[in-house]
């Protein structure tokens, strides 16, 4: 199964609201990654939270980690049309030495204008 | 800067055919490359891994292989496809330092169908 497990599985809001999505993971990580698809295109690395490190922010990201719970958040603030993707979590797991990182499933994203 | 090619953007190939995909790195050296599918609507799936020129791991038994002849090319190829091998397939790169490997950085993706 997935390491990395993203909720919700799609997310519908209107231009201006904030946008949230979680990941949930089950085993011990070095860090946790936030990565954004369009649609049919490559991912674009978001941001990186380290696993000592509680929250993070860039722009109008803010990124959360809760290693007690093995859960990390992704909040988009102020949203606008150009943000419809796919959102990925990805964790790189700390027995691999980090060189094996595993993407959930994703949510994904619409904007309305 | 770095930049990384994936070719073809796009192919269909009928099943039983040979496949080979390439991907190129530039500006960058002793990268660490990896070949992802991504079946539609899902997440990646991590197909390979490589640290270095003939390394390579492998994440998954399948009818799939990978070659790095070179330090910055990265090839996936089959004998025989499936139609299961249906899918968007991503190379990335990342540093080979232990402050640089988590962050990927990937291609455009080629979509291949198996019909």
């Known amino acids: 199964s997935q390491q990395g497990e993203e909720d919700p599985q799609a997310l519908s809001i209107q231009e201006g609201e904030n946008a949230t999505m979680n990941c949930s993971y089950k085993t011990s990580i070095n860090n946790l990654q936030w990565y954004r698809q369009n649609s049919g295109r490559g991912l674009v690395h978001l941001i990186l939270?380290?696993?000592?490190?509680r929250e993070k922010h860039s722009g109008r990201l803010r990124v959360t980690l809760d290693t007690s719970k093995k859960s990390s958040s992704l909040l988009i603030t102020a949203s606008r049309a150009a943000d419809t993707a796919s959102y990925f979590c990805?964790?790189?797991?700390?027995?691999?030495?980090?060189?094996?990182?595993?993407f959930g499933a994703g949510t994904r994203l619409f904007v309305k204008a | 800067s770095q930049t990384i090619h994936q070719w073809p953007a796009t192919l269909v190939q009928p099943v039983g055919s040979p496949l080979s995909l390439e991907c190129t790195v530039e500006g960058t050296s002793n990268p660490n490359l990896y070949w992802y599918r991504q079946a539609a609507g899902r997440g990646l799936q991590l197909l390979f891994y490589s640290v270095g020129i003939g390394q390579i791991s492998s994440e998954v038994p399948q009818n799939l292989s990978a070659s790095r002849p070179q330090d910055r090319q990265f090839i996936l190829s089959s004998k025989k496809l499936l139609l299961s091998d249906s899918g968007f397939y991503l190379c990335?790169?990342?540093?080979?330092?232990?402050?640089?490997?988590?962050?990927?950085?990937f291609g455009p993706g080629t979509r291949l169908t198996v019909l």
């Open positions: 990335a790169w990342s540093g080979s330092q232990r402050t640089t490997y988590n962050e990927q950085f």
């Open positions: 939270i380290r696993s000592n490190e």
């Open positions: 990805a964790t790189a797991l700390i027995n691999t030495g980090g060189f094996k990182t595993i």
